[in-house]
């Protein structure tokens, strides 16, 4: 029996949980009847007392590693990259070693155990899911009395730490539906030290507010930026501190840039759909064009503001408007089907009804709901670590930028829920008409501009070979760029000068492979590492597909669209 390989728990990009394919399975999880299948062993019972032989076997190693455990001759250790038994105490300490090889010993039994029954994959998946949580929630770190660390910060603080501990789950229990906090959100505020670049509001609708922004050179291209941002989330990802700025990065660069943030909606708004987002990008472009003299816009999508930003370029080019875009850019975005095996564990056709239904009654899907999902699809990162630091060692949540951003969620309509749903689980975009908004067929083959990719290599809610595969849905002159982290990190990584220490290597990869006839795989094995942020490249390819110099402008908007307020805006601000 060996120890259990567990990966490094890493909340430093919550929305990439490893067990969650694509988002066809985050949409469609929310809504879905997992909460019974977390609460109930029922059919794990019932499946190993049919099996009593294998059972038997099991029960028979497990007991020869305890014994070998009491008599202190057990050779389990935690995988070095588990950062739940960091502390030397594990090893040290006789009790707490064999607490811990015990816990090993029985957990992976378990997972073997299941691994090793005669039955369906359909089954296994279903019961691996509940013997994974067993075994995320039975980790002696997560309990008071059994991790070193609790005693060691009691002594320490003169039992402060307790005192904390306590604090914090009563709160979380009272405000937080029983869940720990994941960050201390006293720490940042909006339009201060998070989404604070300078800009104004230029324009609003009921569905969206448009922001321009400061320029932060003497001169600037021509043809802007518009910023089409995802509709789960706000948009300020792309404007998080001052250090992890796209929008500033961009700036800094000679860029003029708009971004649209797009209105939290209520159930009163159950009607909006993909067309109703299409239709109101199709006004950012043209409000930003009126005010820079209807040069073409440079156009960027992130994830599913992505995938609106490409249906959008799509649905100009079919009204023969597509000159009002310069080039498309998209980050970790999807417009192709994930081809995922592990896709029926989250979005079987059950979950799938159930999350519709649910959205349709509410009239959305309520993007607190989605966080709560990522986090049980990844336990021990997303709530056993928390309980940990939060319960078990009395400590504050983290300050960390990218988990308020993550925490600071929307809700996302009803009807846009459907058709996201449609597009990723029927692969309406994958053949010209599979699609419509408002009776015009959508083609993204017809789509001639040059078109800027970028995708994460640990990105598990857009797999970077989906994103791919859409490119290669495109005809046009494309660019194709790998990061190496997940799908928050792949976009949140200034380069190195941009960074608070500048001349530390942030440990920033891409990867490049200019032959995009290959399959993914081919791809990848023949790409070139690049070292640093991908950042500047698109800079630089920006500028290739924009405009002439000329003096920045002095002024917010023009004469029809004057400044409303101050950046961040309103919407942003919406709970």
Known sequence: ???????????????????????????????????????????????????????????????????????????????????????????????????????????????????????????????????????????????????????????????????????????????????????????????????????????????????????????????????????????????????????????????????????????????WDLATYVHATCKALDVVREINGEVPVKLLGACAGGLTAAVTLAYLVAHGEGDKVACLSMLVTMLDSPRAKRLARVADDTAVAAALARSRLAGVLDGADMARTFAWLRPNELIWHFVTNNYVLGREPPAFDVLYWNSDTTRLPAALHADLLGIYRHNRLRHGGGLQIDGTPIDIAAIAHDVFVVAGARDHITPWQACYRSMQMFRSNMRFVLGSAGHVQSILCPPEEDSPDPGVDNGARFYVNDDYSLDPAAWRRAAREQRGSWWPAWVRWCQSHGGDERPAPTVYGNEDYEPIEAAPGRYVRQR
């Open 1 to 271: 029996m060996s120890a259990i390989a567990t990966p490094a728990p890493d909340v430093s990009d919550p929305a990439s949980p490893r067990s969650l394919r694509d988002l066809t399975g985050a949409y469609a999880f929310v809504g879905s009847r997992w909460g019974e299948a977390l609460v109930s062993g029922r059919e794990l019972l019932t499946v190993l007392a049919s099996h009593p032989l294998t059972l038997a076997r099991a029960q028979a190693a497990l007991s020869l590693e305890l014994g070998r455990i009491a008599i202190g001759r057990s050779t389990l250790r935690a995988a070095p990259d588990d950062r739940r038994f960091t502390d030397p105490a594990w090893q040290d300490n006789p009790a707490f070693r064999r607490v811990l090889q015990g816990y090993l010993a029985w957990s992976s039994a378990l997972l073997e155990l299941v691994h090793s029954l005669r039955i369906g994959a359909d089954q296994r998946r279903r019961l691996l899911f509940v013997a994974e949580h067993l075994v995320a929630a039975g980790a002696p770190s997560n309990l008071f009395f059994t991790h070193p660390g609790f005693y060691e910060q009691a002594a320490r603080t003169h039992g402060g730490s307790i005192v904390s501990g306590i604090r914090h789950l009563l709160t979380d229990l009272r405000s937080n539906r029983g869940l720990p906090q994941q960050v201390d959100r006293s720490a940042f505020k909006i339009g201060r030290n998070i989404a604070a670049t300078e800009g104004a509001v230029v324009f609003r609708t009921e569905v969206f507010e448009l922001i321009q922004y400061s320029p932060r050179t003497a001169t600037v291209d021509s043809q802007p930026v518009l910023l089409c941002p995802p509709q789960i989330n706000k948009y300020y990802v792309l404007d998080l501190s001052s250090e992890k700025s796209f929008v500033r990065h961009a700036l800094d660069a000679g860029q003029q840039v708009f971004t649209i943030s797009w209105r939290n909606p209520t159930a009163s708004k159950r009607d």
